[in-house]
């Protein structure tokens, strides 16, 4: 394993980390060694942290690319200010961890836990969510852009007033979510669960709305929707129009 000090094109040192696989202590002791000289963060690019317990580091401003974070252990961390770019991290635990104004593009992190994380500013893009579970996070500001939540909790978010582009929220977890006043930019809403959530105001023309129960087309109130939509609800709610 090494440690190279590179200057990338913003000017500002880093120190590099490329091809690594990498345990706890190693990780540690890179920390260590970032601290003892510049502070600069660290850059890891196609290194591996498959099942790796990294529980509550401090990898502030760090930068991830094309890693392995399968099954990783993240509780706890400071990852504020974190980039993550094409990493794979299926089951990987980011519970509890700070994320604020951080950036995640074109990541699988399918069946990923944010539960009670600090996602204030943080960014999904082009990323796959299917099943992850952000119970309880702090999400002021967390925007998802071209990203699949299929089956995921969303329980209690708030995308109020946000455009929502190409969101597909099939079989998630909506339940109490705010979508007032939201702008649906394709995506989809299909089956999803959606006790609770709030629609007043929100622009659902571009969504697909297939599956909508009739104890869920009250939610709808205030919303609009195309001539197309309005059929499928109602053949949805087992209704037919002579």
């Not at 978010?157 to 946000?162: D, E, M, N, Q, T």
């Amino acid at each position: 394993m090494s440690l190279d000090s590179t200057a990338p094109a913003s000017g500002a040192q880093a120190h590099v980390v490329t091809g690594a696989t990498l345990t706890r202590s190693d990780v540690e002791q890179l920390v260590a060694t970032s601290m003892a000289g510049n502070k600069a963060p660290l850059h890891f690019t196609d290194c591996d942290f498959e099942g790796a317990d990294l529980s509550r580091l401090d990898l502030r401003g760090a930068e991830f690319h094309r890693c392995t974070i399968v099954e990783t252990s993240f509780f706890g961390a400071m990852l504020s200010h974190t980039r993550w770019v094409r990493c794979r991290g299926r089951e990987a635990d980011f519970a509890s961890v700070d994320l604020v104004d951080a950036a995640f593009q074109s990541s699988d992190l399918n069946n990923t836990s944010w539960r009670r994380a600090k996602l204030a500013s943080a960014s999904f893009h082009s990323c796959k969510l299917t099943g992850a579970n952000f119970e309880a996070c702090t999400a002021l500001g967390l925007s998802f852009v071209e990203t699949l939540l299929v089956g995921a909790h969303l329980r209690g978010l708030s995308f109020r007033k946000a455009t929502l582009q190409q969101l597909d929220f099939s079989d998630a977890d909506l339940a109490g979510v705010d979508f007032r006043e939201a702008i649906f930019d394709g995506g989809s809403l299909k089956d999803a669960h959606l006790k609770g959530a709030r629609f007043d105001g929100a622009d659902l023309r571009e969504a697909d709305l297939s599956g909508v129960r009739l104890v869920d087309a009250a939610l709808f109130k205030g919303a609009t929707i195309s001539h197309q939509q309005a059929a499928v609800l109602v053949t949805e709610l087992g209704l037919r129009v002579m």
